[in-house]
C-alpha cells in the first residue's frame, strides 16, 4: 500500500541510493542541505516499509518549484510518481499556492508525459541548458487556479 508523508532525517540514505539512478542526481550532501532548507518541502512514497521515490520542492510567496523527483528504478511505470505528484499538488493547492514550476530535460519522455497528464504546460524552452548529455531543458507551469488535479 501507498503512503506518502513529509521525508525524514532518517530517510535520506535510501532517497540518496534511488537518486544515483537518475541523470543530474543530487549527491548526499545536496540532500542534506535541501533537507535543511526552510523553504524546502520534501516528500517521499513508500510501499509498506519500503522508500519507492521522493521529491523536493522551494515553496515561497505562493509559487511551488519541483526541484528533484525520483522513483526507484525498478520501480518506475507503475504508478508510483504520479501518486506522489498527485499528492503534492493537492498539498500545494490546499496551502493556496497559485503555480507550481519545474525544468525536465526535453528527452526525457516518462516525466514529460507525465507533467502533461497532470496538466502542467510547457512556457519557455533553455536550449542547451542541460549537460552530460547536452539537452534543452522544457520549463513548465502549472497553474493551481486552474488546474482540476
Ligand atoms: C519521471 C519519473 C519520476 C516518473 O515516475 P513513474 O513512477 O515512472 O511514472 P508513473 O508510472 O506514475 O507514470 C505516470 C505517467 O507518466 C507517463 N509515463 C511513465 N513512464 C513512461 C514511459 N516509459 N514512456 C512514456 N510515458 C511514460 C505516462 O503518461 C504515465 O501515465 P499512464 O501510466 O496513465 O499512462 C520516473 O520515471 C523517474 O524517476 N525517472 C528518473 C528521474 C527523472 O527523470 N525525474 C524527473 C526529473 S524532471
Given at each position: 500500500?501507498a503512503?506518502?508523508?513529509?521525508?525524514a532525517?532518517?530517510?535520506?540514505?535510501?532517497?540518496?541510493?534511488?537518486?544515483?539512478?537518475?541523470?543530474?542526481?543530487?549527491s548526499?550532501?545536496?540532500?542534506?542541505?535541501?533537507?535543511?532548507?526552510?523553504?524546502?518541502?520534501?516528500?517521499?512514497?513508500?510501499n509498506?516499509?519500503?522508500?519507492?521515490?521522493?521529491?523536493?520542492?522551494?515553496?515561497?510567496?505562493?509559487?511551488?518549484?519541483?526541484?528533484?523527483?525520483?522513483i526507484?528504478?525498478?520501480?518506475?511505470?507503475?504508478?508510483?510518481?504520479?501518486?506522489?505528484?498527485?499528492?503534492c499538488?493537492?498539498?500545494?493547492?490546499?496551502?493556496?499556492?497559485?503555480?507550481?514550476?519545474?525544468?525536465?530535460?526535453?528527452?526525457?519522455?516518462?516525466?514529460?508525459?507525465?507533467?502533461?497528464?497532470?496538466?502542467?504546460?510547457?512556457?519557455?524552452?533553455?536550449?542547451?541548458?542541460?549537460?552530460?548529455?547536452?539537452?534543452?531543458?522544457?520549463?513548465?507551469?502549472?497553474?493551481?487556479?486552474?488546474?482540476?488535479?
Amino acid at each position: 500500500m501507498a503512503t506518502i508523508r513529509k521525508m525524514a532525517q532518517t530517510d535520506l540514505v535510501q532517497c540518496a541510493r534511488i537518486e544515483e539512478s537518475a541523470l543530474d542526481a543530487w549527491s548526499m550532501e545536496q540532500l542534506e542541505e535541501e533537507f535543511e532548507n526552510p523553504v524546502a518541502q520534501n516528500f517521499v512514497i513508500q510501499n509498506e516499509e519500503r522508500i519507492v521515490g521522493f521529491c523536493s520542492f522551494h515553496y515561497s510567496c505562493g509559487e511551488a518549484s519541483l526541484n528533484t523527483f525520483t522513483i526507484h528504478q525498478a520501480m518506475r511505470g507503475s504508478g508510483w510518481g504520479k501518486k506522489l505528484l498527485s499528492h503534492c499538488i493537492a498539498y500545494f493547492k490546499e496551502k493556496q499556492a497559485h503555480m507550481i514550476y519545474l525544468e525536465v530535460r526535453s528527452q526525457n519522455q516518462s516525466a514529460c508525459a507525465l507533467y502533461e497528464k497532470l496538466g502542467f504546460q510547457q512556457v519557455q524552452v533553455r536550449k542547451g541548458f542541460y549537460k552530460k548529455p547536452d539537452d534543452d531543458a522544457l520549463c513548465m507551469i502549472l497553474n493551481l487556479e486552474e488546474s482540476s488535479c
